[in-house]
């Protein structure tokens, strides 16, 4: 016997989200039908707020509710760095962590010609243009270690070369507490290349 057809269209709702299969689908939906009608009205009223309420960023692309989010709009942050990323998730996950008071710019995406996703397919002319309109004077390029984030690195580098800007890129390297066992060899080549000195 199948699920009625409202909870098969609702599994499978929630089978197109990443990282959720047949079972874990099945679940969710299930979940759905147990709640209280004042947490379903949320849930829904939620989603249907964040795909037209929420928008891009008019200068760095990250998620806001205006025209400019709260990062660009922050007198308070030190406007002359400029960090880079990937997608807007990696942003709210540097604020998290709470060390990093500059501004940001998000790709939205990683140059991989296999893919067919080539540099103009992503932010990398808007960002040339706010380096040479805000007057940054460093940039971080902070996106993820893989030969996509190489790729991007360099054309990166390679299109500020002739700018007077400071670029400097995150170390990426072994997490505390991993066993050396399970560490990849890409991971420890990085780590070898962004090695530190610790002593004369």
Same mark, same amino acid.
């Given at each position: 016997?199948?699920? #009625?057809?409202?909870?098969?269209?609702?599994?499978?709702?929630?089978?197109?989200? #990443?990282?959720?299969?047949?079972?874990?689908?099945?679940?969710?939906?299930?979940?759905?039908?147990?709640?209280?009608?004042?947490?379903?009205?949320?849930?829904?009223?939620?989603?249907?707020?964040?795909?037209?309420?929420?928008?891009?960023?008019?200068?760095?692309?990250?998620?806001?509710?205006?025209?400019?989010?709260?990062?660009?709009?922050?007198?308070?942050?030190?406007?002359?760095?400029?960090?880079?990323?990937? $997608?807007?998730?990696?942003?709210?996950?540097?604020?998290?962590?709470?060390?990093?008071?500059?501004?940001?710019?998000?790709?939205?995406?990683?140059?991989?010609?296999?893919?067919?996703?080539?540099?103009?397919?992503?932010?990398?002319?808007?960002?040339?243009?706010?380096?040479?309109?805000?007057?940054?004077?460093?940039?971080?390029?902070?996106?993820? #270690?893989?030969?996509?984030? $190489?790729?991007?690195?360099?054309?990166?580098?390679?299109?500020? $070369?002739?700018?007077?800007?400071?670029?400097?890129?995150?170390?990426?390297?072994?997490?505390?507490?991993?066993?050396?066992?399970?560490?990849?060899?890409?991971?420890?080549?990085?780590?070898?290349?962004?090695?530190?000195?610790?002593?004369?």
């Amino acid at each position: 016997m199948n699920y #009625p057809k409202p909870i098969i269209n609702l599994i499978e709702c929630y089978k197109k989200l #990443p990282g959720v299969g047949e079972k874990t689908a099945e679940r969710m939906a299930l979940s759905t039908l147990e709640m209280e009608q004042d947490l379903l009205d949320m849930f829904s009223n939620s989603i249907l707020e964040s795909k037209s309420k929420i928008r891009r960023c008019e200068r760095c692309n990250n998620l806001s509710e205006n025209s400019l989010c709260e990062i660009c709009t922050n007198k308070d942050r030190a406007s002359k760095v400029l960090c880079v990323v990937e $997608e807007p998730k990696n942003v709210f996950a540097f604020e998290k962590v709470g060390s990093y008071q500059g501004v940001y710019h998000v790709l939205d995406g990683l140059i991989s010609p296999l893919d067919g996703i080539n540099p103009e397919d992503i932010n990398i002319d808007s960002l040339v243009k706010r380096i040479k309109n805000e007057e940054i004077e460093e940039v971080i390029i902070a996106v993820r #270690p893989s030969i996509e984030g $190489e790729t991007t690195s360099l054309y990166i580098l390679k299109k500020l $070369e002739k700018l007077n800007v400071t670029v400097s890129k995150i170390a990426h390297g072994i997490p505390l507490g991993a066993d050396m066992d399970y560490i990849d060899s890409m991971t420890l080549e990085m780590a070898l290349d962004d090695r530190k000195k610790i002593s004369n």
